[in-house]
C-alpha cells in the first residue's frame, strides 16, 4: 500500500494537461524499459478531459501507440456504440486519432454482445482476458498496469464500485457485474478493489466543487465500504490530481505545501 501524494492544479483544464503529460511521461518510460505499457482509462468528465488534453499534447508522437494496452476500470453495460459507454466516448476524445493496435485495445464487452443481458458472465469474461494478459510476476490475475486512472464521484465512487454495495467489499474476484447502481444504467462491469490495487501507480482525478466533500472524506481515514475512493491505491504510488475546488475541503495538513 502507497500512501496517497497529492497535486492541486489551478482548474480542470490545466489539471487535464498536466496530467496529460505525467501519462505520456509514463507510458513512454515503460516502453523504453520493456518494450510496452499498460494503462487503465476512467470514464466521466475528468477522464475524458485527460483523453482530449492527450491528443492535443505537443508530445503526443513520442508514445509509440502500437504497443501501448489498453484496459477499463469500469462500463456501462449498454449496446455497442452507445453514447454513454466509456470506450465510446474514449474513442471520440483520443483513441479513433491515433495509431493503436486494435487487438491491444480491450474494451469491456457490451450488452448487445456474446454474453447477451448476462452482466456477471461479460464480467467473467472480462477477468478472463485479465488473466490470459498477466505474467508470472504479476499480482491478483491481472497485468500490473503502469498507470490505473480513477475518477472520483460526489459519493466517493470509484470505477463502479459504490458506497456500502456489494461489489466495493468483494476480495476475491477481480471483476463483478454490478446490479441496481444508484446512478444510471443500473448495469455496469467493474473492475474490483483487489485488481485496482494490482497497478503500479493509481492516479485517481476530481475536478470541480461537487468533488470536494467526497476528496476530503477519502483523504481523511475513512473506510473503504463507506468511501470507495479510500482504499484504491497502487503498489509503489498513489496519485491524487485535482483542480482548487476539488481541494477546497481537505485539511489543511493534507494540502500539498507545492502546487501547479
Known sequence: MSAPQLVVHRDKELMA??????????IVDAQATRGSASVVLTGGRN???????????????AVDWSRLDLWWGDERFLPEGDPERNVTQAREALLDRVPLDPARVHAM?????PYGADVDAAAAAY??????????GDHAGVPTFDVLM???????????????????RETERTVVGVHGAPK?????????LPAIRAANEVWLLAAGEDKAKAAAIALSGAGEVQAPAAGAYGRSRTLWLLDAAAASELPRSLYPPASA
Open 150 to 168: 480513477l475518477g472520483v464521484g460526489p459519493d466517493t465512487h470509484v470505477a463502479s464500485l459504490f458506497p456500502e454495495l456489494p461489489a466495493v
Open 47 to 61: 477522464g475524458n478531459g485527460l483523453l482530449t488534453a492527450l491528443g492535443t499534447a505537443p508530445a503526443r508522437d
Open 109 to 113: 464487452p457490451a450488452s448487445d454482445g
Open 127 to 136: 477477468a478472463e482476458e485479465l488473466a490470459a494478459a498477466a505474467g508470472p
Open 17 to 26: 494537461q498536466a496530467a496529460a503529460a505525467r501519462l505520456i511521461t509514463k
Open 184 to 192: 444510471p444504467p443500473p448495469l455496469r462491469v467493474s473492475l474490483t
